[in-house]
């Protein structure tokens, strides 16, 4: 189409007055870096440490102009982070380019067609070098969703002025604990009780260690079984004998942190955060602040406790899903993984970190975590997990009143409900 001259009536010299106006102005935008290229919005967790801004801020510049990655922190709830991703996502909203996902929303969130599948060569880095049990938790229906950031595993935490010679059993724990509340010595073993997430974890994590698992192999119905009334037994023993702390009913990681640096305690299950804050609140009791594996269910049979941790996915939705994959993989690079660790107190997912000096140094225990990890179970794979969980915690709240055949007969008819159902809780 020509255009039409003289309809203005503007003389020659001013149009060209504007249109050199005009020009100047587009050039000047584009030398303008924070708007010429493309901001990849990484929504995550609420980091304290500084680590992830730390990495948004590296991979921003090493991306050498091409992007720029903006770091918004979610709720510190994971409930409230899962449903503020939900919700966006469900209204296709394409501001979001990285998504920080708790390792049980993968199977959730690639159902729904939510985030995008790694392939290629952004899957062969994704997997090059990382953990097989954290990769677990990324993987749904045999295809990689996302990619592990970090991960997380609990070891037993222990007095050795109590306990010299640390437990390998339940059974042992338990015998352990009951002989020093004879003794009229700290005594309790400090384990998540309360009715939420956690309560999950412990008896996933008993349920696995007993040579079970929670669901059957296809994800498609409860397996449970003699494994999971030996789960439950042990919770209920626990609950009803002198290791049980009287707030067990309530208890979260924190709850136990707190019990046990008060000097309440002889045995703690819980995250190695638990390691620097013993240190800086009670140095005293450090001295004698030490860790083992996870007890087992059986002597011998490996324990196999419960990961956490953070997979990076890429939203279905994104405007620049090249360059999102790229930025993830950089997010969780070596030297962000290390940061993340150092200064977050974050595991790495990368075998190669658990031999890095620097590691060990700041954690003496990492021999121990690795070894924990790649034994270690994953919670249940399935888009209908907060429902599975849900009926896990419900029913075996409060620990002390468990009936274990029959708990497990709910729990499993709870679950076969949940799997049949469509959709996703809002």
């Known amino acids: 189409m020509h255009a039409r001259r003289g309809r203005t009536g503007r003389p020659r010299r001013t149009r060209a007055l504007v249109a050199l106006t005009l020009l100047a102005s587009t050039l000047a935008a584009c030398g303008d870096e924070d708007t010429s290229r493309p901001t990849l919005n990484w929504y995550n967790f609420p ?46 909203d394409d501001s979001l380019d990285i998504l920080g996902l708790d390792v049980t929303w993968a199977a959730e969130f690639a159902e729904a067609r939510w985030i995008r599948e790694w392939t290629g060569e952004a899957k062969r880095r994704a997997t090059e070098g990382t953990l097989r049990v954290p990769l677990q938790t990324a993987t749904w229906k045999g295809r990689l969703y996302a990619v592990p950031y970090n991960t997380n595993t609990q070891l037993l935490w222990y007095r050795e002025d109590l306990v010299p010679t640390p437990p390998k059993t339940w ?23 309360a009715q939420y997430e956690g309560l999950t974890v412990w008896f996933n994590s008993l349920v696995n ?23 439950a037994s042990i919770m209920r023993e626990l609950a009803n004998s002198p290791a049980a702390d009287p707030s067990l009913p309530n208890q979260m990681e924190d709850q136990n942190r707190l019990a046990m640096e008060s000097g309440v305690a002889a045995f703690e299950l819980n995250y190695p955060f638990v390691y620097p804050s013993m240190k800086a609140n009670n140095p005293r009791l450090f001295e004698n602040f030490r860790w083992a594996p996870y007890p087992r269910v059986d002597a011998d049979r490996p324990a196999r406790p419960t990961i956490g941790g953070i997979d990076l996915a890429v939203s279905a939705y994104s405007r620049h899903p090249g360059l999102a994959f790229e ?23 990368l075998r190669a970190l658990y031999d890095e000096p620097a590691f060990m140094k700041e954690y003496p225990f990492s021999a121990e975590v690795l070894a924990a990890l ?5 919670r249940p794979l399935t888009p209908a997990y907060q429902n599975v969980s849900i009926a896990v915690s419900h029913t075996l709240s409060p620990p002390s009143g468990i009936q274990p055949e029959s708990a497990v007969d709910t729990i499993g008819e709870q679950i076969d409900q949940a799997l049949r159902s469509e959709g996703v809780i809002p």
């Open 47 to 92: 980091d304290d440490s500084g680590a992830l801004q730390k990495a948004a801020d590296r991979c921003s510049r090493a991306s050498g102009g091409r992007y720029r990655i903006s770091y918004n922190k979610l709720p510190r709830a994971a409930d409230g982070q899962r449903q503020q991703m939900v919700r966006r996502l469900a209204a296709e």
């Open 171 to 193: 059974s042992e724990m338990l015998n352990m604990s009951r002989g020093l509340a004879r003794q009229g010595r700290p005594h309790y073993v400090e384990i998540q009780g």
């Open 209 to 231: 260690s007993a040579g079970g698992t929670i669901l059957d192999a296809s994800a498609t119905g409860p397996s449970l079984g003699p494994p999971a009334v030996r789960a």
């Open 327 to 349: 930025a993830a993989l950089c997010l969780r690079n070596r030297e962000n993984q290390l940061t993340a660790a150092l200064e977050g107190g974050l595991p790495p997912t």
């Open 374 to 378: 790649e034994s270690a179970s994953v």
